[in-house]
Structure formats: C-alpha cells, structure tokens
C-alpha cells in the first residue's frame, strides 16, 4: 500500500465554524487528504451548499449521528444520499428498528456507505465495559444490513472478530506525540491504529489547529503507512 492509499484512508473533521475557514482548510490540505468529515458545527452553520461544493474535490462523510425514529431517520439518509455523500452516520443506540429504516433508505444509493457511532471516544465509561458495549453495538448494525461502524481503535480487533474483516471500522480519537487530547478518552496514534485494522482515521484538531495542517496530515500518514 502507497502513501496515496493511505490518505484515502484519512478524514479529516472540518470542525470550523463557517465556510470561509473551510475553504481555507480545504486548500491548505487539498492534496494531501482523501475525504473530509463535515460535522454538527460546520453543516448547522452551512449546510448542504457547502457539502455539493466540497463534493467537487474531495469524498464526503457527514458526521451528524442520526438517532430519531426510524421514520426521520430513514428520511434524512434518503436527503444524505440525495446530496451525493460517500458516507453517512447514526447512533447504533437508536436500537433495531431505526437502523434497518435507515439501511432501506441508503440501499437506494449504492456509492454510500452506512455506518453507526457504537460509544462515542470520548465516553469515559470503563474500557473494558466500553468495548463490550461497542461490540455490541457493531452486531446489531451488522445484523441489521450496515456497512461498518465508528469505534475507538481499542475496539477495532473485537469487532472485526466478531462482525468480519470487511465490516468497516472507522476511529476517531487520534493523537501522536505529545498533542493534548482534549475531550477524547480511548485515543491512539496513527500507526496504532493501522496495525489494529482500522479502516479510516479521523483526525480533527490535530490537524485543522495544527500552525501548518498540510505537514501534520502528512506526519499522519507517514505513520499510517510506517505500520504497513
Ligand atoms: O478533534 P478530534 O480529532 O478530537 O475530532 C474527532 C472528530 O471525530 C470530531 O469531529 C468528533 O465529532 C468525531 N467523532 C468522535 N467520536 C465518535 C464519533 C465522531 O470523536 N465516536
């Protein structure tokens, strides 16, 4: 694997608060990430015109944890296929019934994949319970028809044991050398969670509050691609 495969494999979270600073991150790093995760921040202020626009250069994940019931849910996965998304989210803790509503509606568009939050990285629950919950959590989504999930790194390995190698994992809560780790609890360095399996990283303000956020995507991916 290259160093291009491995930026496919990096998503970068646009947590900023307008368009204005998006373009100006989405410029800095357009060469050296595949995909960018617009969250609650950016898509509240922005919304869908700034994901068509984004959409021109990059891969898409909107971050926005769907968890309503599966009616709502089902309709907004519809309004995210719609919009032409690479990959969309809700929280497995919406139980059965909204995830199969929701892998209905997104079997409409095959270019997207559907994937839920298992227990969000920085819960501070026990690691031991915290990773029994996500395996869980990574059964019922995968019983139910999703693609993958969101999990830490820490969990990677069980799930892929027990849902497959090809159920995607994608893992926020990375940090390498001496970064603050802010609100995330079970975090890892990207060379960790290569070798775990993870499938995507998902870096935020490691790289976006970075003085030069092109040369920290790049340290990621050099350690990404170091455990290769
Ligand atoms: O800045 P940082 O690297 O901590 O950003 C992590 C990103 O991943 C944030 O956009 C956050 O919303 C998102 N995320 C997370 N934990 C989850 C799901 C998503 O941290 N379980």
């Not at 990285?121 to 999703?146: F, H, I, W, Y």
Request: proline share 4%; aromatic share 6%; with cysteine.
């Amino acid at each position: 694997m290259n160093k291009e495969d491995f930026r496919q494999r990096l998503m970068v979270a646009l947590d900023v608060p307008n368009a204005q600073e998006a373009w100006i991150k989405r410029d800095q790093l357009a060469d050296h990430v595949g995909w960018f995760k617009v969250g609650l921040r950016l898509f509240v202020a922005e919304g869908a015109p700034l994901v068509r626009t984004l959409l021109k250069t990059h891969k898409v994940f909107l971050d926005l944890k769907f968890h309503d019931i599966p009616n709502t849910v089902a309709q907004a996965i519809e309004s995210a296929g719609n919009l032409g998304v690479q990959m969309v989210n809700v929280h497995a803790a919406g139980g059965a019934d909204m995830l199969q509503a929701a892998v209905q509606a997104a079997s409409a568009f095959p270019n997207m994949k559907l994937i839920a939050v298992t227990v969000l990285t920085s819960d501070s629950m026990p690691a031991k319970q915290a990773n029994a919950l996500a395996v869980e959590r990574a059964l019922l989504a995968k019983q139910a028809g999703l693609h993958g999930v969101v999990c830490s790194v820490h969990e990677v390995a069980n799930i892929k044991q027990a849902c497959g190698h090809d159920f995607i994992t994608v893992t926020p809560g990375i940090r390498w050398g001496n970064q603050d780790i802010q609100d995330q609890k079970r975090i890892a360095n990207p060379a960790f969670a290569i070798q775990s399996g993870s499938d995507y990283l998902v870096v935020g303000r490691p790289i976006i509050q970075a003085e030069n956020p092109a040369s920290a995507a790049d340290e990621a991916v050099n350690m990404m691609a170091s455990k290769s």
